[in-house]
């Protein structure tokens, strides 16, 4: 998984990410609100670890909060030394999906994330994706556009589906590079800029209308605009 931990406690944060890295997990950390926002609104997670006191403006229900508004449905486990009752009631109103209170047993957060990710995979799960008139049959593994069908190699596969399940959103090398290709590390070649072109040629150059564009200096997108 993919995790998220807003904390601004150094001790706290490191040990959550130590325990998670040790159990196969990858996380990115902020240590507060303002930071904390940015990234879980611009960056894909299976789940957040929010804390409820942060500083920089915004505190962990107000980012939580914040995210529902604009239909971000990532699970959030909130992480709080806020024990009481209507503590627990008004982190779970503002829109968290569990509630952990400090201190806390690392296997017991460990198994409520896992129990947060996989409530929210089995919710979500599809079986055909959509952008535009471009469709992808998830378990017939088939990708067709304007009802003509596209022949798709394994890898391609896997970057269309990663691009349509972001779709209009902007996705940067690095991202595919960990979600696509498994790599935690920039391997310097150009191997996402070869497969973005063999895409493009397969789903664009015969459609009045491009879908997968560049975005100068970011990553790519598969913009329903065109």
């Not at 229900?61 to 009752?85: F, Y």
Request: neutral net charge.
């Amino acid at each position: 998984m993919k995790l998220l931990i807003v904390e601004d406690n150094a001790r706290v944060a490191g040990f959550l990410a130590k325990g998670l890295a040790e159990s196969g997990h990858t996380t990115d950390r902020a240590d507060n609100g303002r930071d904390g926002m940015f990234l879980a609104a611009s960056e894909p997670y299976d789940a957040i670890i929010m804390d409820r006191m942060l500083p920089g403006g915004i505190d962990g229900l107000g980012i939580i909060e914040a995210l529902r508004r604009t239909g971000n449905k990532v699970p959030i486990l909130i992480l709080s030394a806020m024990s009481g009752v209507d503590d627990r009631i008004k982190g779970l109103q503002s829109g968290g999906d569990d509630y952990l209170v400090k201190p806390f047993s690392f296997g017991e957060l460990l198994a409520r994330l896992d129990a947060l990710v996989r409530r929210s995979r089995e919710s979500t799960a599809e079986t055909v994706l959509v952008v535009a008139d471009l469709h992808m049959d998830l378990l017939a593994h088939k990708v067709s556009r304007g009802g003509k069908a596209i022949t798709m190699q394994p890898r391609e596969f896997r970057l269309l589906e990663y691009l349509m399940r972001h779709a209009n959103q902007v996705v940067t090398r690095t991202m595919l590079l960990q979600n696509v290709w498994n790599y935690d590390f920039d391997p310097q070649t150009n191997v996402v800029d070869v497969h973005i072109s063999k895409l493009r040629q397969k789903i664009d150059a015969d459609a009045g209308t491009p879908l997968l564009r560049t975005i100068r200096n970011s990553g790519y997108m598969l913009s329903t605009d065109g």
